[in-house]
């Protein structure tokens, strides 16, 4: 078996406060591949390695085992090896949501309006530095040859810094026929603004003087040298420049050719923006009920509440549930006015069974630059709910009373089991006015009531 290089590690944010970290916590993104191996195999621990792995900690531990690598052989000559099954089953969940990828953008909850949704896998978006269709009009990458200024820490700077200095020669010559090509396009300008023949127009002959007084005036005006470094360079756009700096000099960044606007902010992504999750381009599919028909929405899913509304760690923070294993934030509040807050959703709540769920609709998906997964969903209407006969779960009352107590005073069992054609009604039942029930005496009162009441004939 080929060794397969380990993709980097997240890195943490940098930060001056005290970070609790795991080392068997689930990474982000899976940075090795996933091994399986046939059941033949797996009685006999061969998995295609130097040596056979127990099945203590791959068959007997799991149905489905599934490994990663973390060293084919170490000083100790053990096979270094773990269970892959929180991404696997990751990937499994998600494409149960038959969601396609999109690329990233805001999603505003405070109102109704879903997100646009636009493929990766579109031909005037999926390009990267080498993409023969990059020189078409209104052609966008995703990867660019030069770093992310504004993601480099100061060491990294120094040495890109370093790097640039010893390849001065040919960026030289990149920038004279940059030049050229300038002074060309203004002369058939020129020539056209003055009526005359564009095929006699040759390019003019540049002197290094010339050039060396262009490169004066660029260094001069930060406004026209950062549109040219950024493109000599190949570098990604840099955010957008505060509004206390405005009024200063700064260095000015084009126009962003990454794919999604929100790359400008956050970063190029580390990898593709669909992540090899889905190769779907659209939501253009039918959701067939085997009763129903076809339908409009999906069926929902089951969204486990992680933690709810309130202050965490000093801030109000947004409730997070868990969807598909994903970890989705603020699933959508401005939806429950209509319908209801969850039962657990802004306070813990041990008393429901099996903790605190809901179903939601997923809308969006996406991958954002740190390779983390963007779940986007709304809580699921009746008219998604109503084909599968999913209902939400209903806290019960304070009180609690029997079925024939909640019908009020119209029926009321038997004790010996025999069941009447007909009920047995309190004698003018019908045109008094039900009195409303506010506790137990009330209910004590009301069931005593119709033991008492006479059997009609």
């Excluded at 504004?150 to 370093?162: C, D, I, P, S, V």
């Excluded at 999604?260 to 381009?281: D, F, I, Q």
């Excluded at 209903?394 to 089991?417: C, F, L, W, Y």
């Excluded at 009604?425 to 008094?432: C, D, H, L, N, P």
């Amino acid at each position: 078996m080929a060794a397969v290089r380990a993709l980097q590690a997240p890195q943490a944010p940098p930060s001056s406060r005290i970070v609790n970290e795991s080392n068997s916590a689930t990474l982000p993104h899976p940075i090795r591949a996933s091994i399986v191996t046939p059941q033949s195999s797996l009685a006999r621990g061969d998995w295609g390695l130097k040596r056979a792995l127990p099945s203590k900690s791959t068959s007997e531990k799991s149905s489905r085992p599934v490994v990663r690598m973390n060293a084919l052989d170490t000083y100790e000559h053990v096979t270094d090896f773990e269970s892959a099954a929180d991404h696997t089953m990751t990937l499994e969940k998600f494409q149960e949501l038959h969601m396609p990828m999109s690329l990233p953008s805001k999603v505003n909850y405070a109102t109704s309006m879903t997100p646009r949704h636009q493929s990766p896998f579109e031909s005037f978006v999926d390009n990267t530095e080498t993409s023969k269709t990059l020189g078409e009009a209104g052609a966008k990458q995703f990867r660019h040859t030069g770093p992310w200024l504004a993601g480099q820490t100061e060491a990294e700077f120094a040495g890109y810094l370093k790097q640039i200095r010893r390849q001065k020669p040919e960026l030289l010559q990149k920038m004279r026929e940059r030049f050229d090509s300038k002074r060309y396009a203004e002369a058939r300008k020129l020539a056209q603004d003055n009526g005359e023949d564009l095929e006699n127009v040759k390019p003019p002959k540049i002197t290094d003087a010339e050039f060396n007084t262009y490169i004066k005036s660029l260094r001069e005006d930060p406004f026209a040298l950062g549109p040219v470094v950024f493109e000599l360079l190949d570098l990604p756009s840099a955010p957008t420049v505060p509004s206390e700096r405005i009024g200063r000099k700064y260095f000015q960044s084009p126009g962003t050719k990454l794919s999604a606007p929100e790359y400008a902010v956050t970063g190029p992504p580390k990898t593709h923006p669909s992540a090899g999750l889905s190769y779907a381009r659209s939501h253009a599919s039918v959701y067939n009920h085997p009763q129903h028909g076809p339908q409009a929405y999906q069926k929902p899913v089951e969204a486990r509440i992680l933690r709810p509304k309130g202050r965490f760690k000093g801030r109000v923070s947004k409730a997070i549930a868990g969807v598909g294993g994903i970890a989705v934030e603020d699933l959508n509040a401005m939806t429950f006015i209509d319908q209801g807050t969850p039962p657990g959703l802004t306070a813990f709540d041990a008393t429901i069974p099996g903790g605190a769920k809901y179903w939601v609709s997923p809308i969006r998906a996406a991958v954002d630059s740190d390779g983390r997964i963007g779940l986007s969903s709304y809580r699921a209407g009746s008219t998604a709910k109503a084909p599968y006969g999913i209902k939400d779960y209903k806290k019960p009352n304070a009180i609690s009373i029997t079925e024939a107590a909640r019908q009020g005073a119209h029926a009321v069992p038997r004790m010996d089991g025999h069941r009447p054609n007909s009920p047995r009604f309190r004698a003018g039942a019908e045109k008094a006015p039900r009195k409303t029930m506010r506790g137990t005496e009330d209910i004590a009162r009301s069931l005593m009531e119709n033991l008492n009441a006479p059997k009609k004939d």
